[in-house]
């Protein structure tokens, strides 16, 4: 009998804490029948790609998180523009998106091994987090299946609901609340840009502040002199510069390190320093297993935005185009 009521205790306790990460709609097992291979052929091809090209990492991880900002995570982000419409992928913000081939030779095996089950959304999650997990050689956090693909995309929702770089601090919480992400997962998922790369263009305003060829003060001198040698006043616009400097190929804690030197390289990663409790937070994940544990549990918050289900969406059969 004692044991009978333990079992369901459990059974309990798994089941809130599952429907609790996604208000109940996304599921762990959500393909175990219909497409057993799912995860193995998502994690193969993202593996191979980021083995031969290692900024896929950061592509597939921005890419995920520009979709889920915007009319949630649909893979609206994926789809091309048309005669009549303007579609996200042609916003400002999204034009240095990249990734999309890795998306769809992902779908396109997965149309040869279980035709119309898997959603674009879902592969867009998963390749995520296997993009990411890559480096550790294991999946670093859980994604759960069951997002159905949209059927609209707009540039004019893409320009006015992705945080722009030189965002404050204010108006990247209040961002981040509207979609129900708190100031931790603010904190957590900025820790993303220990990978990657950013254009001259989108810190310049920091490396002349008021216009006279002075540094935003928040910004470390030694640092800022750097980047002014990396982006001089009129730089080639493909020019980038390393988010996370000397590290931005290793998922690790040192964006933490660099931030609270005031290495931060965007506006909005400085601004996290502004806020007494997000500078705490920052300065705990310094900690990689602390960073760690925490991201993974933000970006499954994140891969529930805006989840479409049932009627209101579909699977698509190529990712670029509304079936
Ligand atoms: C907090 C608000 C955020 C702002 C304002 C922001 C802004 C930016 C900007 C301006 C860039 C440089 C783009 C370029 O010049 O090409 C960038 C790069 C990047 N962002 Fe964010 N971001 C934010 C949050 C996030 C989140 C939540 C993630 C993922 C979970 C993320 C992942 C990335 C990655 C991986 C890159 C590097 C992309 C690459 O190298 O191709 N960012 N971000």
């Keep these: 009998m004692r044991a009978n009521v333990n079992v369901v205790l459990v059974s309990l306790l798994v089941f809130l804490a599952i429907s609790s990460c996604n208000g109940g709609q996304l599921s762990p097992v959500f393909y175990r029948k219909s497409c057993p291979q799912l995860g193995r052929i998502v994690r193969n091809i993202t593996w191979s790609k980021v083995a031969a090209n290692p900024t896929f990492a950061a592509k597939l991880l921005r890419l995920h998180y520009h ?51 898997v959603s674009c959304a879902d592969i867009v999650a998963l390749a995520a987090r296997d993009a990411v997990s890559y480096q550790f050689g294991r999946s670093m956090w859980q994604v759960f299946g069951g997002r159905k693909d949209g059927r609209v995309s707009l540039a004019t929702e893409a320009a006015r609901d992705l945080p722009s770089g030189g965002a404050n601090y204010t108006s990247l919480q209040d961002q981040f609340a509207g979609l129900g992400l708190n100031y931790i997962d603010l904190v957590a998922l900025s ?3 220990t990978i990657g790369v950013a254009h001259c263009v989108v810190f310049a305003r920091r490396l002349n ?60 990663d400085a601004a996290l320093l502004t806020d ?5 937070v920052a300065r705990r994940f310094q900690n990689f297993h602390v960073f760690m544990a925490r991201f993974g549990k933000s970006m499954m918050k994140m891969g529930d935005i805006g989840i479409k289900t049932g009627d209101d969406g579909e699977i698509r059969k190529n990712c670029r185009v509304i079936n």
């Design 67 to 117: 979709d889920c900002f915007v009319q949630g995570c649909d893979a609206s982000l994926l789809i091309d523009s048309t005669d009549g419409n303007t579609a996200e992928k042609d916003a400002r913000p999204n034009r240095s998106i990249g990734g999309y081939e890795v998306i769809d030779e992902i779908k396109a095996k997965l149309e040869e091994e279980c035709p119309d089950i």
């Design 191 to 193: 820790g993303a840009h």
């Design 209 to 268: 502040f008021t216009g006279k060829g002075d540094i935003d003060p928040s910004l470390d001198t030694a640092y800022a002199e750097f980047l002014k040698t990396q982006c001089p006043s009129r730089p080639n616009p493909d020019t980038t510069v390393e988010l996370d400097e000397n590290s931005s190929l290793s998922f690790d804690s040192n964006y933490y390190v660099g931030l609270r030197q005031n290495k931060g390289l965007l506006g909005s």
């Design 276 to 280: 007494r409790r997000a500078a705490w």
